[in-house]
T-cell receptor, first 114, second 115 residues
């Protein structure tokens, strides 16, 4: 069975600090993709970053990077230099070769303070 | 930048009424999805749609739900007889291909409140 686990219900960080949001996954498929989405209080789902199972390099998108450790089945999101606007819910999600749907974790609420 | 658009943004309906949520996916996308998120909970997959038919559905997507692509642009989710537990944010999404690396883009969601 495919599963995404996010063990941190809430994280708190000061502005300009880096923060790591944890995500572990479980799948027997060899080909899969891992995604992070941001959901601000307004409710929309914003795509942040993608990592493929065969990608050798960790994905980066601006201040976002994905710490992909395949052997540990983890795909942690690192946000560098946090900003107040980063306060939101963050979801890790997975999509496998076998299925078309994204499977989501329960999310982590990030609060950035000044 | 192309985006998925959803209407209405918020709907309040009486229990037992039928509701239709509408979506316009990104124009060159071929795969369409509905997800829902009950307040404070995780996002749950409902159904995926390709080539005018359902390609995958979850246990949540029972007989009270249906999807349709009535014309070349709209993609709708119908809930036949709403229940209180159908109150949730419903997200429409689309992607260009079904490969794992193809990003699924979400609309802004439709809040459904069943009273």
């Amino acid at each position: 069975a495919q599963k995404i686990t996010q063990t941190q219900p809430g994280m708190f960080v000061q502005e300009k600090e880096a923060v790591t949001l944890d995500c572990t996954y479980d799948t027997s498929d060899q080909s899969y993709g891992l995604f992070w989405y941001k959901q601000p209080s307004s409710g929309e789902m914003i795509f942040l970053i993608y990592q493929g199972s065969y990608d050798e390099q960790n994905a980066t998108e601006g201040r976002y990077s994905l710490n992909f450790q395949k052997a540990r089945k983890s795909a942690n999101l690192v946000i560098s230099a946090s900003q107040l606007g980063d306060s939101a819910m963050y979801f890790c999600a997975m999509r496998t070769q076998a299925g078309t749907a994204l499977i989501f974790g329960k999310g982590t609420t990030l609060s950035v303070s000044s | 930048e192309p985006e998925v658009t959803q209407t209405p943004s918020h709907q309040v309906t009486q229990m037992g009424q039928e509701v239709i949520l509408r979506c316009v996916p990104i124009s060159n996308h071929l795969y369409f999805y509905w997800y829902r998120q009950i307040l404070g909970q995780k996002v749950e997959f409902l159904v995926s749609f390709y080539n005018n038919e359902i390609s995958e559905k979850s246990e949540i997507f029972d007989d009270q739900f249906s999807v349709e692509r009535p014309d070349g642009s709209n993609f709708t989710l119908k809930i036949r007889s709403t229940k209180l537990e159908d109150s949730a944010m419903y997200f429409c999404a689309s992607s260009n291909r079904v490969m794992p690396g193809n990003t699924i883009y979400f609309g802004e969601g439709s809040w459904l409140t069943v009273v």
